[in-house]
């Protein structure tokens, strides 16, 4: 038995059950896979777990991991390679789709969010489904608190175009 | 609607849908990470628990501490699949293979602890360079390049090192090509999602880092990219890149520079934007243009500059093999006589057939080289180099490509025609090729990845290391096969005639020891065979053969393996005690050389079974995190004195 299971030492599995349903629910909107967000979410733990005697001591763990697992999203993004791209869109030709359930009414609004530039999709998502306010999510990124609000801005002005919707203002301050 | 009420009502979907997830399992996982070490995906896991049930199955003492043991060979007939170990007797597992091949052409695998890293590792281009081989890719670890120190044959792992790990910090970093530069080494990618290159001017030892603007990129903020690099016949290096708008769509753009560290970008003609585009690989032609393939949407373009401006003509038009979407390609390399060389694949509706294609007017018109690619099964050629005057491919097959599986596979032009080329224990585990480098007319190196499930890896699903392959002339230093048993002359002929004194073994335990690793240094196969079948119960040797022990045991001295020497230095370990079944309801203590297999095996155990050479550190970690137990070969000899074991693997 290990330490996280007999007594919690450091708190992780704490920190765990308050923390895995907004990545995955982040991982889900961002990849729109959800095995790929499993896999990420329970990486960016194993990272976590590895490293519990740092990550605990930062001002938000919570924080950290979802950098974490924005980092590894777009890791393996790019590992796909171009080679491994066009693998995809080859062997996409002849693969039947797994079974992914009923058609949900979010899924039209994640694949806009996908297409928005990186940067703009990550605040979105961090700001819509993880829930954090826009400091922390600027800490996420690693950008200042102003240009957190700039790619807010920016992606919901583009969202509210591409899905013909209106906008309130305030709603990325 | 109101886009935040949209997004809100959005953003509650998809938390209900993570709700539904089940996060002890991935809780579970996590803590199972041992040392916090990557742990293998859903399909990977699944695939590991299947292999141990299948070790607790047929091994004494893996898993548990009493289990049953099937002394007869199950049914191992050609499976190669993870779940069903092809033959584990043949090569310990991660074993460092022995040549072998057919005539003139070896292949072998390169097993190193630089490959090994903690997620998912490859290697994707190599360049041959002041005696050295430099391959880049990407690694979980640090900056995704290897080198190996000239000074050593390139199959010796301890030649191959990673260098330039400090080059990322703890940034996402991935090195796509590498190209020699005058003295200089210069290799492009990415980190963190921008645009990079590398230079290097001591033979790829230490590296610089040149960070790179481009302006369309930096503005759209989307992961930029460098997949490409060539030098043109003016003395100019030319870069291609692309920046991710989208999953299937990216945008392209070309860099000149004339040092390697300040760079000018170019003007590409990008004809469909929402098609997206992408550079694969760059050549320079005989007449010093380079020329780069790549994709416009899902068509095979090739990419050339004509006054200033890089342009794409698709390749559907210069030759009727190539189908207008279904090519995939993935190197272009100069040939013989100025030809221009392409390979990829087509695919053909039910399978993916391998393809060559030759241009001998710099990439105007293309013709498909011999036949011979089009197996069952889908074949992917990645690269190419010559061996004398003959061209050999390289890339991976996959006979159920539904699955997931591929393999590393090489095929040589004979006759004209493409020949698979004998892999033997170098292309036995799963793993792709991408590329390959000639290091002298008839030697070469081969780079890529190994695990996962083959190129199931390259979609970034699965753990992968850094995988190398050297392909050599001369024919394999095997063992005269016809070789008398008993004669003299066998791997163990030099091993030490006694084997280290174990006076707390039992008398009959410890004679049949002394006995056995008499026969192995003395090379009598026929004494060995005999005091292998002399017990009551049934011997394991092997699992899957259908020969006899002897016969099994010549035959892979003949194949380069080591059999005998390997059951002298198994002898010579520490032992340890296992309980295990050999008829139902009663178990019997064995004793079991190396003590490393069994289950309290500490520390030393394990270096013990490194030291004598009988796995290498990273295999060693491997069987530790991945199977949870030793399983190279063993030895094991009952309370009363039967030797009933001698095996390897799974």
Redesign the interface.
Known sequence: M?R??TDDAGGF?LF??RE???V??YL??TTGD??V???L???A???A???WDDVRSYDSPGGWLHRVAH?LA??????????????????G??RTPTDVGPV???EE??AEV??L????AQA?ALH??A?RPVAEIARIMGCAESTAKVHLHRA?RR??DR?Q????DG?DR | MNLDERARRAAASTREQAERVDTDAILARVQRSRRGRWLAPVGAVAAAAALVATAVLILPGLGSDRVEIMPGPPDAAGSSSAEEPADPDASSPGETDSPTGSGAHVWQRVEADAFVGSGEDQMRRAVHAGGTVVAVGASSDGAGIWRHDPQRPAQDPSAWQQVGTDLCGEASCEVNDVVLFGEQLVAVGSLDGLPKAWTSDDDGENWQRVDIEVGQGQQAGGPTALTAIAVRGDGQLVAFGSQQAGEAVAAPFALTSTDGRAWTEATVDFEDEEAGAEFIDAETAADGQVLAVGYIGDGTVLWAESDGVWAARHLSEADPTFGVVTTFATSLTQGADGELLLTGSVHGGQDQDGHVWRSTDDGATWQARPEGLDGTGDQQVTGLFHDGDALVAVGWTSDDPQDGEAFPAAWRQEDDRWQPTEGGHAFEEPGVIRAAVAVDGHSAVAVGSAGGSGYEADRGDERTDAAVWTYGAGAPPAQDPTAVPGSGGCSASDAASEPAAQPELPERVSEMRLAVHEAAVQCDLEELAELALAGSRDFTYSFGEGDDPASHWQRREGEGDEPLLTLSRVLDLPHATIETQFEADRYETVHVWPSAFADDATDADWDAVVDAGLVTAAEAQRMREEFGGYLGHRVGITSDGEWVFFVAGD
Do not use: K
């Open positions: 290990d996280s299971t599995r765990y059950e895995i349903t907004h995955l629910a889900i909107a959800r095995w967000a499993e896999e979410a329970q990486e733990f194993a990272r777990y590895r490293d980092n777009m890791s393996r993004f790019r590992r796909l390679g171009a080679e491994a791209r066009a693998m995809l869109r080859l062997r030709m002849r949900r009414h979010d609004f994640w996908r297409e530039p990186d940067r703009q979105v819509y489904v829930d919901r969202l509210a899905l919707a209106s906008l309130d709603g």
